[in-house]
């Protein structure tokens, strides 16, 4: 059966079945690479002085803020796994294609997964902003009126709007295309021949 299938529709089981046996282990792969995150996080964000700490505690991702309050403020977020879920769409997409084609891609996935790891890390960085304007646009006035000037010296206003827009765009179209992108710059060259290659 799987001899007689053509290599688009080949190309789409195997995308499917690895997709498939990714998410079974998503939550396990998920906390793995949330480590990970954070671990390369860390020290990055402690050179740039960000006021912002992470941390992983009961298996959730944690926003520390040290200097808006007399004590650290922290925020647990929920869901975090969402932020890179689409890894699974670049490791099933390159996955797939190697098993149809069976050439060498080790390289373009390597590089597409650093970008998305990236982005990742971006994307956590801009939740670190947006977060603390959340919640202080959840605050009544005189409890606002207290931290307000601690939050506009750390987090400019106009800096977190800007970001808000960019996790706006994220969640609309990023989230997918981004990943599609990587993986059609670094396989097309492999994808190109298959589909250009004349039937005999």
């Keep these: 059966m799987w001899r007689k299938l053509g290599k688009p529709y080949k190309f789409i089981a195997a995308f499917l079945g690895i997709a ?18 954070v671990a390369i996080a860390k020290p990055i ?8 700490q992470l941390e992983i505690r009961d298996n ?5 803020y040290l200097q808006i309050s007399p004590e650290p403020m922290s925020f647990s977020v929920n869901k975090s796994d969402e932020i890179y879920l689409n890894l699974i769409l670049v490791v099933s997409l390159y996955s797939a294609l190697w098993i149809i084609v069976k050439k060498k891609i ?11 790891f990236v982005v990742h890390e971006l994307i956590l960085y801009l939740y670190s902003y947006t977060g ?5 646009d959840s605050l ?8 307000l000037n601690n939050i506009l ?4 206003k106009v800096k977190a709007n800007l970001f808000n827009q960019l996790i706006f ?30 039937k005999r």
Excluded: C, M
Aim: aromatic share 20%.
């Design 60 to 64: 959730i991702l944690r926003f520390i």
């Design 132 to 136: 603390i304007w959340e919640f202080a």
């Design 140 to 147: 009544d006035y005189n409890s606002q009126k207290e931290l």
């Design 20 to 37: 498939g046996l990714l998410l079974i282990f998503w939550k396990i792969i998920a906390l793995l690479y949330l480590h990970l995150l």
């Design 106 to 116: 080790l390289y373009p996935f390597l590089v597409s997964l650093g970008i998305l």
């Design 153 to 156: 010296n750390l987090f400019p």
């Design 169 to 198: 765009h994220w969640n609309a179209w990023g989230w997918d295309v981004v990943p599609l992108i990587l993986w059609l710059g670094g396989a097309y060259k492999l994808i190109l021949p298959e589909i250009t290659k004349k």
């Design 45 to 52: 964000w402690s050179v740039f002085n960000s006021p912002v």
